[in-house]
């Protein structure tokens, strides 16, 4: 398994398969359209946010989208992991973990000093976050009406 930048092609896939990684990620409750990933993707990419993907050859097994963002209080440039996902054949064998600590030395070499992301309530990922040492920061709370 190799972890690098996607090239033109791969990087189509990925916004491609990008509707499925989030509608797993928010265990359903969100169910984007390819547009308005493709819009969302393509703002962070503009901002200098990246991919890493992990490959075994020329097959994609998952990816990271990194980038940076600011503090809400202090307005701290951060570091930010938007996105991971493994595509489901390739789950169970490790490949998010090492995307996720390729990502964290990525955000590091850049000069960040902390490493933030967001997750829902009652995703899988939260059991690995914890283990590789991010702490709960803030919790978001909803209620329908």
Same mark, same amino acid.
């Given at each position: 398994?190799?972890?690098?930048?996607? *090239?033109? *092609? $791969?990087?189509?896939?990925?916004?491609?398969?990008?509707?499925?990684a989030i509608l797993d990620g928010t265990l359903g409750v969100?169910?984007?359209?390819?547009?308005?990933?493709?819009?969302?993707?393509?703002?962070?990419?503009?901002? +200098? =946010?990246?991919?890493?993907?992990?490959?075994?050859?020329?097959?994609?097994? +998952?990816?990271?989208?990194? %980038? =940076?963002?600011k503090d809400q209080f202090t307005n701290e440039t951060i %570091?930010?992991?938007?996105?991971?996902?493994?595509?489901?054949?390739?789950?169970?064998? +490790?490949? =998010? $973990?090492?995307?996720?600590?390729?990502?964290?030395?990525?955000?590091? *070499?850049? +000069?960040?000093?902390?490493?933030?992301?967001?997750?829902?309530?009652? *995703?899988?990922?939260? $059991?690995?976050?914890?283990?590789? %040492?991010?702490?709960?920061?803030?919790?978001?709370?909803?209620? $329908?009406i």
């Amino acid at each position: 398994m190799i972890i690098r930048k996607p *090239n033109d *092609n $791969e990087l189509e896939k990925v916004i491609s398969l990008s509707p499925k990684a989030i509608l797993d990620g928010t265990l359903g409750v969100v169910k984007p359209t390819r547009e308005k990933v493709t819009q969302l993707v393509e703002s962070l990419l503009d901002r +200098g =946010s990246y991919y890493l993907i992990a490959t075994d050859g020329h097959e994609l097994m +998952g990816w990271v989208l990194l %980038g =940076s963002s600011k503090d809400q209080f202090t307005n701290e440039t951060i %570091g930010f992991i938007y996105e991971l996902f493994v595509l489901e054949v390739f789950r169970g064998k +490790g490949i =998010s $973990e090492k995307l996720m600590r390729s990502g964290v030395d990525h955000l590091k *070499n850049e +000069g960040y000093s902390e490493v933030r992301l967001s997750v829902f309530s009652g *995703n899988k990922a939260i $059991e690995l976050y914890e283990k590789m %040492g991010f702490k709960k920061r803030t919790l978001t709370m909803s209620l $329908e009406i």
